[in-house]
């Protein structure tokens, strides 16, 4: 879906009980050089996130990628 040349992906967010519950994600800790990091993993998901804080923890740099990607959540508000 494009809208002004921009991709549109929607975005889903759970709450730690809901994580719980669901038999279609994996949520857990994950070592990621020498660092301990709350992960969440959607078999079903079309892109990964990361946190940038996690990014600067680990001493990385981020860069823009070449698309401009707007975000939509489950209630329908974007950013």
């Known amino acids: 879906m494009k809208q002004n040349d921009q991709t549109l992906r929607r975005i889903f967010h759970l709450t730690q009980e809901e994580v719980r519950v669901a038999t279609d994600v994996v949520a857990g800790m994950l070592l990621i050089n020498n ?12 892109h990964s996130f990361i946190a940038r804080k996690i990014v600067n923890k680990l001493g990385k740099r981020s860069r823009s990628g070449r698309k401009r990607v707007r975000n939509w959540n489950s209630d329908g508000e974007h950013g």
Do not use: M, R
């Open 35 to 46: 660092l301990n990091v709350h992960v969440l993993f959607d078999p079903g998901a079309t």
